[in-house]
């Protein structure tokens, strides 16, 4: 017979450890193996990639002369004139809300057949992720290029451009937002005899809706970016005007506009907080530096305690009378701002509406120049080679934008940072980090240290740590605070608290953010190939000039294929790492 007793039981002797003491071990799969080894190796190749680019701060320095010579041939900044400058700030905003709002409301459905937890099958599922993958592996450019040979010049092949390639990133962050919801709620209404629409409605899009609205506003301040590129292929706005200048050797004007462009990104940002305050109320996940100036309410320590219900909502009838406190108008007006830069984004976009009945006609013979794909008078060792190089240089900055984007965004979390000080500091770092185009520091690094990967290489890693620290901040902010707490009682230090509480929890968001910084810098290091990056974009520049699209075809066929391999590596990680 055994007898039950609440004592405590008998200290075991120094340097023993009872059986009871000792906690089971979870025994580590085959496959989790696997999964770490195939991590290491990548990061292995990322360092070997990092040697064989061969960047050398003392030969940076010594090659400052060449950066002296270009800022004295810049001389001072020049803009437009303020009239053509207003209506190209308008035509850029204009076209990149219209393309992200297009992607937005087309990633949806994508997203809900993508996730494991409400696909309706394996094969939706696949075809889902296949389409996100498709749409990210095609570089704006392209679809750009393509689009301004079936529709007329205008915004109207940047927009389609911006929406469709912006589906890739936003179905997969949504897809991403579902899978890791509470299943309680939808099992809950399912088993209620509640419709699949019904458990989507309100089992769903209430828990995933702030991830959803952070992920939109964020593909909107890269989209934003991503509009300079676009200009070199005759799409309207601030960059085609800044490509017109760069061609035409006016250096000043074009890194003026690039300074607007900036200074866009940072409007961005005050707006995107805006937004969120409004949708996400008391709530600190996901705030930024500047949400404590916008909402200053927010800069205390929050309560714990529920609102208290408000008279209004006593019963149906009081409802009805609902009271238009200060909050209602304020919200309102919002959602009323909100509609009228929609609608004023779509006009200021003139987008001409017949050549959506027009360009079928185009379409045959716009497809027979892109298909079959070959490399022409290229050899397929060179571009297989070129191909190679893209994504040493994409490993490679991957690899140098991982410690220092884990740094900063740990210190721009609000529950990682030393102080509110620290965090503003850290959050406005990553702001103007991310309002810097890649291509922009792209063209001022190749001055420095000449053509090559090297440039490519120090642009796609400045440019990264912006992306991925912002990612990182926010999914540190939005991890189960309760273990933090749990740790910090029983007096654990602040690094404790982190590495053994927030960095667990947000690892796997962690390791989805990393591929995705890889994936990203697969497709950026092949668009700054064009300006002298190296790799395969200088083989795409080249095509697209002479008109030879059965390459641009074959080009993008390798990229898709090296996305497809990132995307099942970035899916498996996930799997085992949950």
């Not at 023993?16 to 195939?38: K, M």
């Not at 190749?446 to 992306?467: E, H, K, M, N, S």
């Not at 008109?547 to 996930?574: D, F, H, N, P, Q």
Request: hydrophobic residues 50%; aromatic residues 6%.
């Amino acid at each position: 017979m055994t007898v039950l007793s609440d004592a405590p039981s008998a200290p075991a002797a120094p340097g023993r450890s009872t059986v009871s003491d000792r906690a089971p071990r979870r025994p580590i799969s085959a496959e989790r193996i696997a999964a770490g080894l195939t991590l290491v190796a990548l990061l292995v190749l990322g360092i070997l990639a990092v040697e064989e680019v061969g960047i050398s701060i003392p030969a940076m320095v010594q090659s400052w002369g060449n950066a002296e010579n270009f800022m004295a041939r810049v001389g001072g900044l020049s803009f437009p004139e303020p009239a053509d400058l207003a209506w190209l700030i308008a035509l850029t905003v204009g076209l990149v809300l219209v393309g992200t709002l297009l992607a937005a409301v087309l990633s949806v459905p994508i997203a809900y057949l993508a996730a494991s937890n409400t696909t309706p099958g394996d094969g939706w599922r696949a075809a889902a992720r296949f389409v996100g993958v498709l749409t990210r592996a095609l570089p704006d450019v392209v679809l750009a290029m393509a689009f301004v040979l079936m529709f007329s010049l205008g915004t109207l092949p940047g927009i389609l451009a911006i929406g469709i390639h912006s589906i890739g990133m936003i179905s997969k962050m949504f897809a991403d937002a579902i899978e890791q919801i509470d299943e309680g709620p939808r099992l809950a209404i399912r088993a209620a005899g509640g419709s699949k629409m019904q458990e989507f409605a309100s089992g769903i899009l209430p828990q995933v809706l702030p991830s959803w609205v952070a992920t939109v506003l964020h593909r909107n301040d890269i989209n934003l970016r991503g509009s300079v590129v676009l200009g070199y292929v005759g799409v309207a706005g601030l960059g085609l005007e800044m490509s017109y200048a760069f061609k035409s050797l006016n250096y000043g004007k074009g890194l003026g506009i690039a300074l607007v462009i900036f200074i866009l990104c940072v409007a961005m940002e005050i707006v995107s907080s805006l937004v969120r305050g409004a949708m996400l109320g008391q709530q600190k996940q996901t705030r930024s530096w500047i949400d404590r100036i916008i909402h200053p309410r927010l800069s205390g320590s929050s309560s714990t305690s529920t609102t208290a219900r408000p008279e209004w909502a006593a019963s149906p009838e009081t409802a009805v009378r609902r009271p238009w406190t200060a909050e209602r108008v304020r919200n309102t007006s919002g959602i009323i701002v909100a509609v009228l830069v929609v609608i004023g984004s779509v006009v200021v976009s003139q987008i001409n509406w017949l050549d959506f009945f027009t360009f079928w006609a185009k379409l045959p013979e716009v497809a027979a120049k892109f298909w079959p794909p070959s490399f022409g008078s290229y050899e397929a060792s060179a571009m297989f080679a070129a191909m190679r190089d893209t994504v040493a240089i994409a490993l490679a900055a991957t690899v140098l934008t991982l410690l220092p984007s884990l740094i900063l965004g740990s210190l721009a979390a609000s529950n990682v940072a030393l102080s509110p000080g620290a965090r503003g500091v850290a959050r406005f770092l990553l702001v103007g980090i991310r309002g810097i185009p890649e291509l922009i520091l792209a063209i001022v690094l190749v001055v420095i240290t000449g053509l090559g990967a090297q440039a490519g290489v120090i642009a796609l890693a400045i440019g990264g740590i912006g992306l991925l620290g912002k990612l990182i901040a926010d999914s540190l902010e939005e991890v189960d605070r309760g273990p933090e707490r749990a740790l910090r009682a029983v007096g654990a230090t602040r690094l404790q608290t982190y590495t053994s509480a927030t960095v667990p929890q947000g690892m796997q968001a962690l390791i989805g953010h990393s591929f995705y910084m890889l994936d990203t810098n697969i497709r950026a290091a092949t668009i700054l190939g064009i300006v002298g990056g190296g790799g395969v974009g200088y083989y795409l520049l080249n095509a697209s000039q002479g008109s030879r699209y059965e390459t641009v075809t074959a080009i993008v066929l390798m990229i898709l294929v090296t996305v497809l391999v990132v995307e099942g590596l970035a899916m498996w990680m996930r799997k085992v790492f949950r």
